[in-house]
């Protein structure tokens, strides 16, 4: 990666989002409350658009082969270099499950058995949820894309805890852990706060 493409993970993910111009009329936007609204919102005095911001959903797998979870090295900022699980933003117009299988195909090139859901993270610092499913490897074959600097496979006693990239997959890593060996595996609904987020 050279470094024109290499910029700041800020550039990919401004917080907060806040717009300067109107994207249906190209015309300089106002941060208003509009009426019967109780937030502010970027507004548009000219053709009177309101751009409304919504979180957006992160959609990822824990591919299990065996007793072994897949993790990917990033390839790409953030978290250059770290480890995380296959996930990624949901596309407009797919499903959280088919978001999640697109990027493990993606990220990993991995053959794989859908499972059910198994975490719902609030991440409402960086104005995201995240959903991880579980999946069954049917194959060890990999196939790793350019976001991905190596795909492995690691025993649960070998995990990179250090070097995870995101708390998500952190915490998801966690509760694979303590369920595993019961083979049961509740749903997980928590959230992330900013001060967790820090120690990560
Ligand atoms: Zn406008």
């Known amino acids: 990666m050279n470094k024109q493409q290499k910029l700041e993970s800020s550039f990919y993910y401004p917080i907060p989002r806040t717009l300067h111009y109107c994207t249906q009329c190209g015309k300089e936007l106002a941060r208003i409350i509009p009426p019967d609204d109780n937030r502010v919102r970027d507004a548009c005095p000219h053709c009177g658009a309101v751009h409304y911001q919504n979180p957006r959903c992160v959609v990822g797998l824990v591919p299990i082969w065996e007793d072994q979870v897949l993790l990917c090295r990033r390839a790409i900022e953030p978290q250059y270099n770290k480890w995380t699980l296959p996930a990624g933003f949901m596309e407009l117009g797919e499903t959280t499950a088919q978001g999640a299988v697109r990027e493990a195909d993606e990220e990993a090139g991995a053959q794989l058995e859908l499972g059910s ?28 894309g350019n976001e991905t600097l190596e795909a492995q496979f690691f025993t649960f006693d070998a995990i990179p805890w250090a070097d995870i ?18 083979q049961h595996f509740p749903l997980r609904n928590y959230a992330i706060l900013p001060n967790q987020a820090e120690h990560s």
């Open 117 to 144: 859901l198994y975490t719902i993270i609030d991440v409402p610092h960086a104005e995201q949820v995240h959903f991880f499913y579980l999946a069954k490897v049917l194959s060890p074959q990999l196939n790793p």
């Open 165 to 182: 990239a995101f708390q998500t997959v952190a915490t998801t890593l966690q509760y694979l852990v303590e369920d595993f060996p019961k």
